[in-house]
C-alpha cells in the first residue's frame, strides 16, 4: 500500500470515528432535551423490585442510545441520596440490555441514508421555530452523522483485506484457545476505555468484519472485551463520590466481567449456538 492510499484509509477511519462519535452525542443531547427531565423523572420513580428497574434502565438506555449516560445517572442520583443502591443497580443492569439497541441499529445496513438524513434534519432545524421539533431535529441529524460516519470507516477498512501484513498482526487475536479469547478480550476492553464508547468500538469491530479482515468468533471475543471497556465511565462519575456511588459503579463493574467471564469459559459453544441461531432465523451461515 503506497503512502496516498495509507493516508486516505486513516483519513477515512479516523474521519467516520469522529463523525460516528459526535453523532452519538447530537442523538443523546437531543433526546435529552426532548425528553431529558421526564427520564430522570422516569429513573427517579424505580421502585425496590428489580425488574422494574431493570426495565426502566433498558427503557432509558435504549432511547438515549447510551448505556453511559444512563449509569452515570444513576450513580449521581445514588450520590444525591434520591435512589438507594438496590435501585441503581437495577437500573445499570437494564442499561447493559438497552445498549445492545445500539449494535443492532450498527448492523442494518443504513450506511445509504446518513446524507438524506443529515439534509433532512438540517432543513427542519434551520426553519422550525419550535424548540422540539428543533432538538428532535438534532437527534435526527446525530443519526445521520452515525450512519455516515460507519460509511466511512467500512469503506476505509476496505482496502485492509489486501493486506498480508496487516491480517498477520491481527491473526495474533485468533480466539482459537482460551488465551487467545481473553487476549481478543483485553483488546477490546482496553480500546474502549480509551475511546470511552463501547457503540465507537463495536463500530469499528462491525467495520472489520464486514471487510472479512477479522472472522465471526474475533468479533465476537472483541465484543466482550468492549463491555467491559464500558464501565470505566461509571467508575470515573464515581470518583470523590459517595460510598453508595462508589458500590453502585463497582457493581457495574464486577456484573459486566462476571457476565464477560463465564461467556469466555463456554465461548466455544456460544459462537456455535449463535451461528446455529442465525442459521435458523435467516438460513445463512455465519
Same mark, same amino acid.
Request: charged residues 15%; contains cysteine.
Given at each position: 500500500m503506497n503512502s496516498k492510499d495509507t493516508m486516505e484509509l486513516i483519513f477515512n477511519v479516523? =474521519? =467516520?470515528?469522529?463523525?460516528?462519535?459526535?453523532?452519538?452525542?447530537?442523538?443523546?443531547?437531543?433526546m435529552? @432535551?426532548?425528553? $431529558?427531565?421526564?427520564?430522570?423523572?422516569?429513573?427517579?420513580a424505580v421502585t425496590?423490585?428489580?425488574?422494574? @428497574?431493570? $426495565?426502566? $434502565?433498558?427503557?432509558?438506555t435504549t432511547i438515549i442510545q447510551s448505556s453511559s449516560i444512563t449509569t452515570v445517572i444513576a450513580v449521581g442520583m445514588v450520590n444525591a441520596g434520591i435512589m438507594t443502591l438496590t435501585q441503581a443497580i437495577g437500573v445499570t443492569l437494564g442499561a447493559n440490555i438497552g445498549t445492545t439497541v445500539t449494535a443492532w441499529i450498527l448492523v442494518i445496513k443504513? $450506511?445509504?441514508?446518513?446524507?438524506?438524513?443529515?439534509?433532512?434534519?438540517?432543513?427542519?432545524y434551520l426553519f422550525s421555530?419550535?424548540?422540539?421539533?428543533?432538538?428532535?431535529?438534532i437527534a435526527l441529524f446525530g443519526l445521520g452523522m452515525v450512519f455516515f460516519g460507519l460509511e466511512l470507516m467500512k469503506d476505509g477498512f476496505a482496502p485492509l483485506r489486501t493486506m498480508p501484513e496487516f491480517q498477520m498482526w491481527f491473526s495474533r487475536f485468533s480466539p482459537s484457545?482460551?488465551? =487467545?479469547?481473553?487476549?481478543?478480550?483485553?483488546?477490546g476492553a482496553v480500546l474502549t476505555a480509551v475511546v470511552q464508547s463501547s457503540s465507537a468500538?463495536?463500530?469499528?469491530?462491525?467495520?472489520? @468484519?464486514?471487510?472479512?479482515?477479522?472472522?465471526?468468533?474475533?468479533?465476537?471475543?472483541l465484543v466482550l472485551g468492549e463491555n467491559i471497556g464500558t464501565t470505566i465511565t461509571a467508575w470515573l462519575a464515581s470518583l470523590g463520590a459517595s460510598t453508595n456511588a462508589k458500590r453502585a459503579s463497582y457493581a457495574h463493574i464486577v456484573f459486566n466481567v462476571l457476565g464477560v467471564l463465564w461467556i469466555t469459559a463456554i465461548f466455544g459453544f456460544y459462537t456455535k449456538a449463535i451461528e446455529s441461531f442465525i442459521f435458523w432465523h435467516t438460513g445463512r451461515e455465519v
Open positions: 479516523v =474521519g =467516520g470515528l469522529g463523525i460516528f462519535l459526535y453523532g452519538m452525542k447530537c442523538i443523546s443531547e437531543g435529552q @432535551a426532548v425528553a $431529558g427531565e421526564k427520564l430522570r423523572k422516569l429513573i427517579n425496590n423490585n428489580r425488574f422494574i @428497574a431493570c $426495565g426502566i $434502565g433498558t427503557l432509558v443504513v $450506511g445509504a441514508y446518513g446524507l438524506p438524513l443529515l439534509g433532512i434534519s438540517s432543513i427542519v421555530k419550535k424548540e422540539k421539533l428543533r432538538y428532535s431535529a484457545s482460551y488465551f =487467545g479469547v481473553m487476549r481478543c478480550v483485553l483488546a468500538t463495536i463500530g469499528i469491530t462491525m467495520g472489520l @468484519a464486514v471487510n472479512g479482515i477479522i472472522d465471526y468468533p474475533t468479533a465476537a471475543a
